[in-house]
């Protein structure tokens, strides 16, 4: 599910600062493109991915380079023998759970894993409301222990804006962060 938003998630643009300069960021089922947009205009070279044509034909930007690929077929779309290893991988507003495993696998050492979607009590305020769609309490931090990511940020809990919402937010890299950020978080 994509909010149909303009708006950069502000844990996204806060916790940007940790890919370095100049990286290669998966923007994973991007939607309209607004990370993709934002993080290109940060100086990164940007992939961004969803299934949804119509989505990406709206996504012009020298920096970033569009794929429309089904992330929910029986094999992972993106091998690495094609598309190497990430610097960053940046998902919002998504989940599927088969191939959440595989992220932190395809970050290169140093790389960051942005990822921010709905998780269970969402349903009070509306969609997704489906279980299959949200994350169970802590399910972000055990994926980041399980593959020894090192954690910079977590939440888990109750957002006001864009809209209410229960959402858990990860920012963990793949053996140290490269870049030094400060922590001070400012909504």
Request: negative net charge; charged residues 20%; contains cysteine.
């Amino acid at each position: 599910m994509h909010a149909e938003l303009d708006v950069v998630s502000p844990w996204v643009a806060h916790y940007a600062g940790f890919i370095k300069p100049g990286a290669r960021v998966l923007d994973l089922a991007c939607g309209g493109g607004r990370h993709a947009r934002y993080l290109a205009n940060q100086g990164h070279t940007v992939i961004a991915v969803d299934r949804d044509p119509e989505s990406l034909a709206k996504i012009k930007h020298p920096r970033i380079t569009t794929h429309s690929l089904d992330l929910e077929g029986d094999d992972w779309p993106l091998p690495e023998s094609q598309f190497g290893r990430w610097d960053a991988i940046v998902v919002t507003n998504y989940l599927y759970r088969p191939y959440v495993d595989l992220l932190p696998t395809l970050l290169e050492e140093g790389g960051i894993l942005l990822y921010e979607t709905f998780a269970l009590g969402n349903a009070e305020f509306g969609k997704p409301s489906n279980t299959a769609f949200l994350l169970r309490h802590g399910e972000l931090l055990q994926l980041a222990q399980k593959y020894l990511l090192h954690v910079i940020a977590y939440r888990d809990g109750f957002i006001e804006s864009p809209k209410p919402a229960m959402v858990q937010s990860l920012c963990a890299s793949r053996g140290a962060p490269t870049i030094l950020h400060p922590l001070q978080f400012q909504a």
